[in-house]
């Protein structure tokens, strides 16, 4: 298994598998498949609404001897509805509760984007909180006392544009030990991600396939020509030439599954290894085709925008 380092030298597994969007009836099974395919990275958090059913399939897992706790790397991450500091320890504990463990190896602070503490979903202005009244360096505090409390081994961020990520250290001096962010080959993030190697920043890589949207469409990457080529001159298939491609690119990657052939196959990704040329075909496929746009928080006269979220000029997405 290939592994990544943070700051400190503790080691992430690159493959990991991901749960967004993973029915609470399939994940039981779509875990205990993986641990068994090898993956020992899960990436999970409160809002994907499985982590109860993740953490029965953990139990399975550790009762009959599949792998051990100290094994794994377990991801989770802080919903938006709990960014004020009194939230911050009830949130990771019901997590820890529902995945039960005793403590998780990275938590993130899934969005840089606040709800009012009673709407884990928003519907109307009034239900989002402003970064002024909950500013991201009070949850980021709140995140490290967790840290120091031994409930997560490692504290993180989600979706975080580099401005906010140097505001975080600016103003805390606390720097996150990781940024998990959308890349896929339509959308490389190739500046966020040489500021995090900068920074000792691990990236890990959500949607590495271009997520349900594109592999579901007939413009998918997998149907992009150069990779279907690929794929057949490495007698593998395309989603493991892009997995492949991600895990070149010194980031860690969670492809989402919950079917057990489409399980090992991403996972055998990690015995496909392309040629520099290969890689730089792909680096050229780029559209900067952001598929998670966070607009669930964009509501007329809110306090969010596509542009303050991603800190980019939205005209970026207009001109698609
Ligand atoms: P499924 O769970 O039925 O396999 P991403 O992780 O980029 O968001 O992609 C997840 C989506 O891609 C899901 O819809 C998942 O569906 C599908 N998927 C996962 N692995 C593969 C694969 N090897 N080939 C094609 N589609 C895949």
């Given at each position: 298994m290939?592994?990544?380092r943070?700051?400190n030298?503790?080691?992430?597994?690159?493959?990991?598998?991901?749960t967004?969007?993973s029915?609470?009836?399939?994940?039981?099974?779509?875990?205990?498949?993986?641990i068994?395919?090898?993956?020992?990275h899960?990436d999970?958090?409160?809002?994907?609404?499985?982590?109860?059913?993740?953490?029965?399939?953990?139990?399975?897992?550790?009762?009959?001897?599949l792998?051990k706790?100290?094994?794994?790397?377990?991801?989770?991450?802080?919903?938006?509805?709990s960014?004020?500091?009194?939230?911050?320890?009830?949130?990771i504990?019901q997590?820890l509760k529902d995945?039960?463990?005793?403590?998780?190896?990275?938590?993130l602070?899934?969005?840089?984007?606040?709800f009012?503490?009673?709407?884990?979903?928003?519907k109307?202005?009034?239900?989002?909180?402003?970064?002024?009244d909950?500013?991201?360096?009070?949850?980021?505090?709140?995140?490290?006392?967790?840290?120091?409390?031994?409930?997560?081994?490692?504290?993180?961020?989600?979706?975080?544009s580099?401005?906010?990520?140097?505001?975080?250290?600016?103003t805390?001096?606390?720097?996150?030990?990781?940024?998990?962010?959308?890349?896929?080959?339509?959308?490389?993030?190739?500046?966020l991600?040489?500021?995090?190697?900068?920074?000792?920043?691990?990236?890990?890589?959500?949607?590495?396939?271009g997520?349900?949207?594109l592999t579901?469409?007939?413009?998918?990457?997998?149907?992009?020509?150069?990779?279907k080529?690929?794929?057949?001159?490495?007698?593998?298939?395309?989603a493991?030439?892009?997995l492949?491609?991600?895990?070149?690119?010194?980031?860690s990657?969670?492809?989402?599954?919950?079917?057990?052939?489409?399980i090992?196959e991403?996972?055998?990704?990690?015995?496909?290894?392309?040629?520099?040329?290969?890689i730089?075909?792909?680096?050229?496929v780029?559209?900067n085709?952001?598929?998670?746009?966070?607009?669930?928080?964009?509501?007329?006269?809110?306090?969010y925008?596509?542009?303050?979220i991603?800190?980019?000029?939205?005209?970026?997405?207009?001109?698609?």
């Open positions: 290939i592994e990544l943070f700051a030298n503790d080691l992430i597994p690159t493959m990991g598998i991901g967004w969007l029915k609470p009836n399939e994940v039981y099974n779509a875990i205990i498949t993986a068994k395919a090898g993956y020992r899960i999970c958090a409160y809002i994907y609404k499985n982590e109860k059913e993740i953490g029965d399939a953990l139990q399975f897992a550790f009762k009959n001897g792998v706790r100290e094994e794994l790397f377990i991801t989770s991450k802080l919903w938006n509805n960014h004020e500091m009194a939230q911050i320890e009830p949130a504990k997590t995945l039960q463990l005793d403590y998780l190896d990275l938590y602070m899934h969005w840089p984007i606040a009012k503490w009673e709407f884990e979903q928003v109307s202005v009034e239900n989002l909180a402003s970064l002024k909950i500013p991201l360096e009070e949850t980021w505090l709140g995140m490290a006392e967790l840290k120091k409390n031994g409930l997560t081994k490692h504290i993180g961020v989600s979706n975080f580099q401005k906010k990520l140097q505001h975080l250290i600016d805390t001096q606390i720097v996150p030990e990781n940024n998990q962010i959308e890349i896929h080959p339509y959308f490389q993030q190739k500046k991600r040489s500021y995090c190697t900068q920074n000792n920043i691990v990236v890990t890589a959500y949607s590495p396939l997520s349900r949207h579901k469409s007939e413009n998918g990457i997998s149907e992009n020509l150069i990779i080529n690929m794929a057949e001159r490495y007698n593998c298939t395309p493991q030439v892009i492949a491609w991600g895990m070149a690119q010194g980031i990657i969670i492809p989402k599954s919950t079917n057990t052939d489409r090992y991403n996972y055998n990704a990690v015995n496909v290894h392309l040629r520099p040329e290969d730089d075909a792909i680096n050229m780029d559209e085709n952001r598929q998670s746009k966070g607009l669930f928080a964009v509501l007329p006269d809110g306090y925008s596509y542009a303050n991603w800190d980019e000029d939205p005209f970026v997405l207009l001109k698609k």
